[in-house]
Every structure is written in C-alpha cells, then in structure tokens.
C-alpha cells in the first residue's frame, strides 16, 4: 500500500533508523511500514507527508504525480469525519453501507464520522480507493476531491 515510503526516504538518503527516530518510532516498527508488514498509522503519515512535503496520494501510490506542499498539516478527526460522511451521503449510502464496503462495523464508522476516533489508515485508503477519493482531501490536506488517475 505504502508503495513510496522506501523511494522518498532513498532520495533524501536516509536510513530506515533516520526515518525511525523522525517518526519517534522503533526501526523495526518502520521496517514494517515501508515492507507492508504492518500499516503505517495515519498521525505517522501524516507527520512523514509534512516532513518530506509530499502528499498522501503520491506515497500510497495512489497517483504517480506528487503535489509538494511546505505546509505543516494537522489531523482533524472531526473534519476527517464530516469528509466522510460527505462522501457517504453523496453516494446515498448508509453507514452499515460503509460498514460493509470496509469490512468493519458500523459503529466504527459512526465513531470515525462523529470525529470521536481518528479513522484507522486502512480503512481511509480502502475508502479512498472505492471512491476514487483523494487521501489527501479526506484527511483536509488538499481541496482536491478525486484522485488524478495513475497513467
């Protein structure tokens, strides 16, 4: 999923142990994001993003185009939420709806829509995915609501 993580942190030259200490997480918790072994969190995305100034989309692989920002963006489970839910009603769906799609439960996503807890990065990037939406628009990073198609 992360597909980008390794080309990023190789371009600015920096060892999976660097990239551990800027994200304040052990080396071998890293290794894992940038292998897939385990899903990066979406506050260490998120701080990664703003530090290499690249968007969600670009390291998710999502669109090959990376739209650099110098902006230091802050998570907001509530305004993460409201997007969510924007999409849901769009689509005319229900949350049980979503529920499925994602494979979880509908009170989580509730949760995730209230803003009450932070949407877990699977889910998002599932999300993201199925309705061709841009990570970096769920997550308020960009105004940008569709995902530029990879060619």
């Known amino acids: 999923m992360f ?31 940038e292998t897939g072994e385990h899903i990066i969190p979406l506050k260490h995305l998120n701080n990664f993003c703003n530090t290499f100034q690249v968007s969600m989309d670009y390291v998710c ?11 230091k963006y802050k998570l907001n489970s509530k305004v993460i939420g ?34 009450k807890t932070l949407i877990l990065t699977a889910f998002i990037y599932s999300f993201a995915k199925h309705f061709n939406v841009s990570l970096d628009y769920l997550t308020n990073r960009s105004i940008d609501i569709l995902i530029k198609k990879k060619n």
């Open 3 to 33: 597909y980008n993580l390794k080309k990023v942190r190789e371009s600015y030259d920096l060892t999976q142990r660097d990239m551990a200490k800027l994200l304040k997480v052990s080396k071998s918790s890293y290794n894992y994001f």
């Open 82 to 115: 409201l997007n969510l839910k924007k999409i849901r009603l769009k689509n005319k769906l229900t949350q049980s709806d979503i529920a499925n799609i994602l494979n979880t439960s509908q009170s989580n996503i509730s949760s995730y829509e209230s803003g």
């Open 61 to 71: 692989g999502l669109t090959k185009v990376n739209v650099k920002s110098t902006k």
